[in-house]
């Protein structure tokens, strides 16, 4: 919801630490250490190392702010770079409600696991098949003087909202049933947000 915003702002607050990285962070080594980070937190989780899963989700999510950033910065921007990027971030999704799921063991939360992952399946085809047809009427980002390899089109839930409420299932993994059933349900609102938007532009 907010996304479009914030990564201006983002940017902007790193480029000062981005400029004192070393050599040996390159933007694919560093979203590689962004997955290595939410898949950490999955497993923590599913050991019940609450507070551990927490600070390890949260250091990746804090690297992947710069992989896109340096990559920009060192004029290396590429579309197989973008690619991984979001394959990154979609593997460590689905990896962390499993690994909470896996850490509480109870059928009720597996249930709302399952839901929201299904949630996810439906919304992350909502935006790509989406962002597929803007790229073949060239209003892709390119076209759209936008930051990231492919636009995105906005929803309740994107990149931001999702640090907040995963971070919120992590430190709170008793409460996943709930947490995992309020996530679904704000993500099948943006799912229908698109549809709509779909529907009164596409057509």
């Not at 551990?52 to 060192?74: H, K, P, Q, T, Y």
């Amino acid at each position: 919801m907010i996304d479009d915003r914030l990564r201006v702002v983002k940017d902007r607050a790193l480029e000062p630490f981005v400029r004192r990285l070393p050599s040996a962070a390159t933007p694919g080594r560093l979203t590689a250490l962004s997955l290595a980070a939410s898949l950490a937190a999955a497993l923590l989780a599913a050991g019940g190392r609450v507070w551990w899963s927490l600070a390890a989700w949260l250091l990746g999510r804090l690297v992947d702010g710069f992989d896109g950033a340096v990559a920009r910065r060192l004029g290396r921007s590429g579309d197989l770079g973008g690619y991984l990027d979001l394959m990154s971030d979609t593997v460590g999704y689905a990896a962390i409600p499993l690994g909470i799921a896996a850490g509480q063991d109870d059928s009720r939360v597996w249930i709302a696991c399952a839901v929201l992952l299904a949630a996810y399946y439906v919304n992350a085809l909502s935006w790509t098949l989406l962002s597929a047809i803007a790229e073949k009427r060239s209003a892709g980002a390119a076209a759209r003087g936008e930051r990231t390899s492919v636009h995105m089109p906005a929803g309740l839930v994107e990149g931001a909202e999702t640090i907040v409420l995963v971070s919120a299932m992590l430190a709170f993994p008793r409460q996943a049933t709930v947490l995992f059933s309020v996530m679904a349900a704000l993500v099948a609102v943006t799912v229908v947000q698109r549809v709509v938007w779909a529907w009164r532009s596409l057509g």
